[in-house]
T-cell receptor
């Protein structure tokens, strides 16, 4: 099966611009997660979709970040307007079954975002 | 203080050495994940465990729930094992993972 794919792999934008990251989970995976790693810090949770619904968005840093998952398939994460501190690597992950069944997580290769 | 702490942050070994990476956590968990990230690459899930021990090839992961501690061992290490190893805890009753900062492992030939 195809893995989790993320697009683009790299993005360099100027402060104030808008960027949209995309994640295609493994087919049939209802659970989709967004995480990010900013320079020098640990990976942190952003949000969790179950199908098209936001199950937990408590990790979203502020209202400049908007995540969607229309139709419960792929997801987008839009940053508008981007700030310097948004630079980092954004990871997407998917899994088949939800907690507490603890099915394995499959990660994408990440999108490296640089805001200048 | 992070809820998940890893040690060491950096580890250099010679090919063939036995390697141990440690992970301590401070919250009740339903599962603990060990992940691997190669330079420039994505993250690969190595193990997910909630008790005892799991083995896959030269990799072994153990967890002690009472002590809130997990270890990842690599036997007969090889340069291709060089990567960042990350532990991540899933809180009991929740869906999110809380990550450690990772351990950069370098295995020299």
């Amino acid at each position: 099966e195809a893995g989790v794919t993320q697009f683009p792999s790299h993005s360099v934008i100027e402060k104030g611009q808008t960027v949209t990251l995309r994640c295609d989970p493994i087919s049939g995976h209802d659970n989709l997660y967004w995480y990010r790693r900013v320079m020098g810090k640990e990976i942190k949770f952003l949000l969790h979709f179950v199908k098209e619904s936001k199950q937990d968005e408590s990790g979203m840093p502020n209202n400049r970040f908007l995540a969607e998952r229309t139709g419960g398939t792929y997801s987008t994460l839009k940053v508008q307007p981007a700030e310097l501190e948004d630079s980092g690597v954004y990871f997407c992950a998917s899994s088949r079954t939800p907690v507490p069944y603890n099915s394995p997580l499959h990660f994408g290769n990440g999108t490296r975002l640089t805001v200048t | 203080k992070n809820e998940v702490e890893q040690s060491p942050q950096n580890l250099t070994a010679q090919e063939g050495e036995f390697i141990t990476i440690n992970c301590s956590y401070s919250v009740g968990i339903s599962a603990l994940h060990w992940l691997q990230q190669h330079p420039g690459g994505g993250i690969v899930s190595l193990f997910m465990l909630s008790s005892g021990k799991k083995k896959h090839g030269r990799l072994i992961a153990t967890i002690n729930i009472q002590e809130k501690h997990s270890s990842l061992h690599i036997t007969a290490s090889h340069p291709r094992d060089s990567a960042v190893y990350i532990c991540a805890a899933r809180r009991r009753g929740g869906s999110r993972l809380t990550f450690g900062e990772g351990t950069q492992l370098t295995v020299n030939p």
